[in-house]
């Protein structure tokens, strides 16, 4: 041992220890409880450190502490007390030297377990495991009858009827049994027979057999009124525990395999009739409510969802009325009718407790005190199908701000979080040859509609400068592989050019179709190209790439685009504030004819059009790319003009390059966007990442060429 400098005082006398397991010590150092906070160890004459844990010792033995620590199979363990002088610990006493301190107080055995599967983590060391059960032998009694599994839970866990948890030892190591909740607690594999050191000093032998339990499933499946308690026992006491994995699969798999048919109350004839249309969960601890509610009268007081894990009551100001012409038209010859049109409702509550739910049932409270039950259909779905059933759950032109804010947004967004986390998975096909040293690489992401790739390639082929372009198809719809890839094949093959086909292993959406393709192209500039756009003549890229080349401030140049009857469809995007004071995307000089002496004037525009882009690699790669927090595809092109000019590059229109647009061709057929809600939820959330950033930028554009014409 390395003396110090110093002769402070030695270590306390007569401190002692005990090996306990294959690597951990039990030091037993008598005085004050200052000395324990002061002490400090090493092994082997290594780095000073502190002890892991320290537990008093109980009342009834000398004053002292225990402290824990690792001995990492060391000779010798040296001990200071406050920075002075080290002593080397005796040689270690035999385990039932600890016998006298757990008859004084059997409480330390089970403070034991803990800190062996805590602070030492030694759970499964079996030598330690053997020690407690050594030194629990004594105090060891058999459990009352009532202790034993109930439901099997699965990977060998189960729920067990007993009245105080603790820690479980067997001779394979140490786990925690938490405390029972209604009289049950899950216990891990291996339970049967262990010993249970419980918090309070008493030591039970659990049985180690005991009559066949049934599984969660089969227990969910059963309809006697003692099974459907017991069930509702099983999911309170696995309420705290769905964070783990076992408990969520074992939760979820109990529901979805014994789901109850959707139930409402919709017979005409009765003063309340009620349906929810669906309790889907929105993948982030919330669920979302569609359904409608017929109360002429107002006999009802209020909603509350129920799950397994208990009821959660619906706050009033949570729920919007949308309109529902079915129900006005289902009831309208009712007894009971009225006139008012606006029978639906939407809900999102962001915190519906523990989960998973697979099934909510709906309880609407009549002033009685009684309620009607309504019972929905799954409520996991697919992240991208539920996405989908927010958008489309409201007639666009009942949603306001308030709705959109509270209710569909949050939805969707974390529908949409999840939906994007989920692998895109792609393959990569080139078709021909692919060039060696393109100067530009096209980017066009195909989805559905397929009917302008002849158009588009053979405008390609007639233009020479082309010929050199790495083109990059990316297909975002997959089941159209055979369809895209034989028409790439043929209408290339005529050609005579070579595309590079990326595949999709699901509809990930515009931003990020672009962003694959983006991430295979070799060239030092993209063309971001949507797939309905064509060229009106050879030669139209050259004027887009002389203006970068002259100006290396430019980022982004785009050209102009027309409608197919040759009006301008763009001319430079600007925007303006519409409904709600929310900015919309527009277009200078939209509906105007082709030649329109202002629409032919290069300009610095706030921003161009993602239908057409020409973009500095390099300024791509700084920004990231597309924002793919859109859904679908919307406003991402602007995101990305906002986000360059962010970064010190500017965005400019070049009329002399001419394109048709053949404008939403194939955002029309996507089954999210079409009819939905989902373009009002792009703009909300685009007015809520630049809105200051656009009001200053709008100050120094002129308005002339303003159409308000929306994008």
Not at 36 to 52: H, I, K, S, V
Not at 170 to 180: L, M
Request: hydrophobic share 45%; glycine share 10%; with cysteine.
């Amino acid at each position: 041992m390395t003396p110090t400098p110093t002769d402070p005082p030695l270590p306390a006398p007569g401190a002692w220890w005990v090996c306990l397991g294959s690597e951990a010590a039990v030091v037993v150092l008598p005085g004050t409880p200052a000395d324990a906070q002061a002490a400090e160890f090493c092994l082997d004459d290594g780095a000073p450190f502190r002890p892991l844990s320290q537990i008093p010792l109980p009342d009834g033995a000398p004053a002292g502490t225990i402290l824990l620590l690792r001995t990492r199979g060391a000779a010798v363990i040296g001990l200071r007390i406050g920075g002075g002088a080290w002593s080397s610990l005796p040689p270690a006493r035999p385990l039932d030297a600890l016998r006298p301190l757990i008859d004084a107080a059997p409480r330390l055995l089970s403070l034991l377990a803990g800190k062996a599967a805590g602070p030492l983590r030694a759970a499964s060391d079996a030598t330690l495991a053997g020690d407690l059960l050594a030194l629990a032998q004594p105090l060891v009694m058999l459990a009352p009858d009532g202790v034993r599994p109930l439901v099997m839970l699965g990977q060998g866990r189960s729920l067990w009827r007993m009245d105080a948890g603790g820690w479980l030892v067997t001779v394979q190591g140490v786990a925690r049994a938490p405390d029972p909740e209604g009289g049950l607690a899950p216990l891990p594999a291996g339970a049967a027979g262990a010993v249970l050191l419980r918090a309070d000093g008493v030591a039970l032998q659990l049985p180690g057999q005991s009559p066949a339990a049934p599984t969660l499933v089969e227990l969910a499946r059963q309809t006697g009124a003692p099974q459907r308690g017991l069930l509702r026992q099983a999911f309170m006491a696995l309420r705290r525990h769905v964070h783990e994995a076992w408990c969520r699969d074992a939760v979820r798999d109990a529901q979805v395999l014994a789901m109850a048919p959707p139930r409402a109350a919709a017979e005409p004839a009765n003063a309340v009739g009620a349906a929810v249309d669906r309790a889907i969960s929105d993948h982030g601890g919330g669920v979302f409510l569609l359904g409608w509610l017929h109360d002429p009268l107002r006999l009802t007081r209020g909603m509350a969802l129920r799950g397994p894990f208990g009821a959660i009551p619906v706050p009033p100001e949570a729920i919007f009325r949308v309109s529902r012409p079915d129900v006005v038209k289902k009831f309208e010859q009712a007894p009971f009718g009225d006139c008012d049109p606006r029978r639906g409702f939407v809900v999102h509550v962001p915190d519906a407790g523990p989960g998973p739910v697979a099934q909510w049932r709906l309880e609407i409270a009549l002033g009685s005190g009684d309620a009607i039950e309504l019972v929905a259909g799954p409520a996991l779905i697919p992240a991208a199908q539920a996405r989908e059933v927010v958008l489309r759950s409201v007639n666009p032109l009942d949603v306001g701000p308030a709705m959109l804010d509270q209710v569909l947004a949050p939805a969707a967004a974390r529908l949409h979080a999840a939906a994007s986390a989920d692998p895109v998975g792609q393959e990569v096909v080139q078709i021909g040859e692919r060039p060696s040293a393109p100067t530009v690489s096209f980017v066009i992401p195909l989805y559905r509609n397929l009917r302008f790739i002849r158009h588009q390639v053979a405008a390609f082929a007639r233009d020479p400068m082309l010929r050199q372009a790495e083109i990059i198809y990316v297909l975002d719809s997959p089941e159209q592989r055979g369809e895209a890839e034989h028409l790439l094949r043929g209408t290339c093959g005529l050609a005579g050019l070579g595309v590079t086909l990326v595949l999709h292993g699901r509809n990930a959406g515009y931003a990020t179709a672009c962003n694959s393709g983006a991430a295979i192209a070799t060239a030092p500039l993209l063309l971001m190209l949507n797939s309905d756009v064509v060229p009106d003549r050879p030669g139209w890229l050259a004027p887009l790439a002389a203006r970068l080349d002259a100006d290396p401030r430019i980022a982004c140049v785009g050209p102009k685009l027309m409608f197919d009857d040759g009006s301008l469809q763009h001319a430079g995007l600007y925007f303006a504030r519409g409904p709600g004071n929310d900015w919309f995307n527009c277009h200078y000089f939209k509906g105007f004819p082709r030649h329109y002496p202002d629409a032919n004037r290069p300009r610095d525009v706030p921003g161009v059009t993602g239908a057409a882009m020409l973009i500095r690699r390099q300024a791509w790669d700084e920004v990231g790319g597309f924002h793919a927090g859109y859904i679908v595809g919307d406003y991402e092109d602007s995101d990305l003009c906002l986000r360059l000019r962010q970064a010190g590059g500017t965005i400019f229109y070049e009329p002399a390059a001419e394109l048709f647009h053949f404008e939403r061709q194939s955002i029309a057929q996507h089954g999210g966007y079409a009819g939905t809600v989902a373009a009002a939820y792009n703009r909300r959330l685009h007015h809520r990442r630049w809105d200051s950033t656009i009001e200053s930028l709008m100050d120094g554009f002129s308005r002339h060429g303003e159409t308000f014409a929306a994008a």
